[in-house]
């Protein structure tokens, strides 16, 4: 089955500094990617999606690319802030319709 | 517009117990999935259901089910409860199954002693 993996489990970075996440997905054949953010006691919540057609896309303070050679993704954050403090998921969805997610990094964002 | 509920927000339950949690979608959602959360594991998905049929199925014992209703609103029953099943079960809606955004409830903390 598809397997999906951040390459750091934690990150810490400077208030001020961009964060860059990064997750390698397995399934060639995933065709849309999605980026959730979790805070403690909550559950994730949607930050920005990608499909397999596109190789960027940005939003507000945040940019994911998309490497399909590679089969990476990544999460870019500007101007990181102590409320983006939290554990970051990518999440593809595969075989079966179904959404397989990474095991998560956790950015600490320091003062 | 409301977001994903989930009730209830805390359960303890001990083995051989079984366990029903509920999950209400943001409105207008048809589709809900159900996930277990554990810091070993990570996100595993459980199963999703769309318009009271169950869609996709995750690689979970047959002593995890699940239904939905047809206000869209979902039910999860875990039977003979064992210590691994101690999670976090979140509950995901969107507007139809496997298309788009999902927007996660806030979870159900199940301890099993």
């Known amino acids: 089955g598809e397997s999906v993996g951040l390459h750091l489990p934690t990150l810490s970075v400077q208030e001020g500094d961009n964060s860059i996440i990064n997750c390698a997905y397995s399934?060639?054949?995933?065709?849309?990617f999605i980026w959730y953010k979790q805070e403690s006691g909550k559950g994730p919540q949607f930050i920005i999606d990608?499909?397999?057609?596109?190789d960027k896309r940005q939003g507000q303070r945040v940019t994911v690319l998309l490497n399909k050679t590679v089969k990476h993704l990544s999460l870019q954050i500007a101007a990181t802030q102590p409320g983006d403090s939290a554990v970051y998921f990518c999440?593809?969805?595969?075989?079966?319709?179904?959404?397989?997610f990474g095991t998560g990094t956790s950015l600490t964002v320091i003062p | 517009k409301a977001g994903v509920t989930q009730t209830p927000r805390y359960l303890i339950k001990t083995r051989g117990q079984q366990v029903t949690l509920s999950c209400s979608p943001i409105?207008?959602?048809?589709?809900v999935s159900w996930y277990q959360q554990t810091p070993g594991q990570g996100l595993q998905f459980l199963f999703e259901?769309?318009?009271?049929?169950?869609?996709n199925k995750g690689n979970f014992p047959g002593r995890f089910s699940g239904r939905q209703f047809s206000n869209s609103r979902s039910e999860m029953n875990v039977s003979t409860l064992e210590l691994g099943d101690s999670a976090l079960y979140l509950c995901a809606s969107s507007l139809a199954a496997g298309v788009g955004e999902q927007y996660f409830g806030p979870g159900t903390r199940l301890t099993v002693t």
């Open positions: 990608i499909r397999s057609n596109m």
């Open positions: 409105s207008g959602h048809r589709s």
């Open positions: 399934n060639s054949a995933s065709d849309y």
């Open positions: 999440a593809e969805k595969g075989t079966g319709n179904q959404f397989y």
């Open positions: 259901y769309f318009s009271e049929t169950q869609r």
